[in-house]
């Protein structure tokens, strides 16, 4: 009974996290002499304390008094109904420096990597059903829409708030969070809306969120990887680090300590950076994925950002291809390694000719510009004037990069993609 009782108290606090009312200008009446350099507003009107605001969003008392000075350290005045800085600017960019926590222990003081403001690892938890009457995340940050939106602009903006979970939704909007609780979407495949900034990439959906979490600042673990960066044998590893049993190290798990030296160790000259030749005489860099095929014959090292259908437009191959010769990857491409090789091409291969480097989505109406950099998906009842609207463009324009939609919008499709910007 309780441990029961204790998970459903952690179930009440998350909930209770999810209705912060967060937003980048305060909604409710404020005090003036509220710091000018203010990134994010709660507005209480959850009856929240002011101890608990300022551990919600990790503000130590003297900050808080600080942004808001007309709240003491004691957290007195406070008032419900009103609006407070919880974060400001100078603080947001300070945790574009990477941090390290001290750990003490009964042997000489060592430091271990904790978060820093931009891991290299996100992990894509799906496609999700927005609830209206509780929201997946906590704050969306871009109610209006950001004409620039791409997945990677919205991880920074939540991690460097300090959240763990980054949602994209309608292309152009980016939600944060600490916590998420809600149902997968029936068709995972329905969160495609192109992003605003990078239409060769998906953002969400209409009511569909694409949530990502941050992981830690690590690469993948592999035995050769952990020999290689401290100049200790696998048989060194498996000796000081009982539990790494298997010749082939396969007991050594991601995301823990593994022993690389004891007292007494004299470590050697740093490993160099090695290259295999395969049985077609080129040469393969290292760090590959995992079961790449044997026959490649070209190579593209991953760099953040990228995405399958990034890397295929820029060498004139399909996705299929990609997770074909490279299957590590997996079908849907969510097990891209930042910093590893991947085979772009195999022998006999004859790779077709980039484009634009922008990869059109689908379906689109016919006659559609060549020159398309950026992407609407029109939905029920949308005319042409609320489009060009939205992306300041004109109609003149709007009619001639999509011909089909008719100069009185009449051949306008629903649920088809339409082009608003060019190259």
């Given at each position: 009974?309780?441990?029961?009782?204790?998970?459903?108290?952690?179930?009440?606090?998350?909930?209770l996290a999810h209705k912060a009312s967060c937003t980048n200008t305060p909604l409710l009446p404020y005090d003036p002499e509220t710091t000018s350099d203010c990134a994010d507003w709660f507005n209480n009107e959850h009856d929240k304390t002011c101890e608990w605001v300022r551990d919600y969003?990790?503000?130590?008392?003297?900050?808080?008094?600080?942004w808001n000075p007309s709240v003491g350290l004691d957290c007195k005045p406070w008032y419900n109904w009103n609006s407070y800085c919880v974060i400001t600017w100078t603080k947001v960019n300070a945790t574009q420096t990477t941090t390290s926590t001290t750990i003490t222990t009964s042997s000489p003081t060592s430091t271990a990597p904790t978060l820093g403001p931009s891991p290299t690892a996100w992990t894509n938890m799906g496609c999700y059903v927005e609830d209206p009457e509780m929201p997946l995340l906590d704050i969306n940050f871009t109610p209006n829409g950001d004409p620039s939106l791409s997945v990677p602009k919205c991880w920074q903006n939540c991690y460097r708030r300090f959240y763990q979970y980054a949602g994209?939704?309608?292309?152009?909007?980016?939600?944060?969070?600490?916590?998420?609780?809600?149902?997968?979407?029936?068709?995972?495949?329905?969160?495609?809306?192109?992003?605003?900034?990078n239409?060769?990439?998906?953002?969400?959906?209409?009511?569909?969120?694409?949530?990502?979490?941050?992981e830690e600042n690590v690469p993948p673990a592999t035995a050769t990887g952990a020999a290689s960066a401290t100049t200790t044998t696998a048989s060194d590893a498996k000796n000081d680090s009982g539990a790494v049993k298997n010749?082939?190290?396969?007991?050594?798990?991601?995301?823990?300590?593994a022993c690389v030296s004891v007292v007494g160790h004299t470590p050697g000259n740093p490993l160099p950076a090695t290259t295999t030749t395969a049985g077609n005489s080129i040469a393969t860099p290292t760090p590959i994925q995992p079961n790449m095929v044997g026959n490649c014959d070209l190579?593209?090292?991953?760099?953040?950002?990228d995405t399958c259908a990034i890397v295929a437009s820029s060498n004139g191959i399909t996705v299929q291809q990609i997770t074909t010769w490279n299957p590590s990857v997996k079908s849907d491409c969510t097990a891209l390694w930042l910093d590893y090789y991947i085979c772009t091409s195999i022998v006999g291969h004859t790779p077709t000719t980039p484009g634009n480097g922008i990869q059109t989505p689908t379906p689109i109406q016919s006659g559609m510009t060549t020159s398309c950099k950026s992407f609407h998906f029109v939905t029920s009842g949308q005319t042409c004037q609320v489009i060009t609207t939205r992306?300041?463009?004109?109609?003149?324009?709007?009619?001639?990069?999509?011909?089909?939609v008719k100069a009185d919008c009449t051949g306008m499709w629903a649920n088809a993609y339409v082009c608003v910007a060019v190259l």
């Open positions: 009974m309780m441990k029961t009782s204790w998970l459903l108290s952690l179930v009440e606090l998350a909930l969003f990790k503000a130590t008392p003297d900050e808080f008094s600080r994209l939704q309608n292309g152009n909007q980016c939600w944060c969070g600490s916590y998420v609780g809600g149902e997968w979407a029936a068709n995972q495949t329905d969160c495609n809306l192109p992003c605003t900034g239409p060769s990439t998906f953002c969400g959906g209409p009511g569909l969120l694409q949530i990502y979490k941050a010749p082939d190290c396969g007991g050594l798990w991601a995301n823990a300590y190579f593209y090292k991953v760099k953040s950002g992306y300041g463009i004109t109609q003149a324009d709007f009619f001639k990069w999509n011909p089909a």
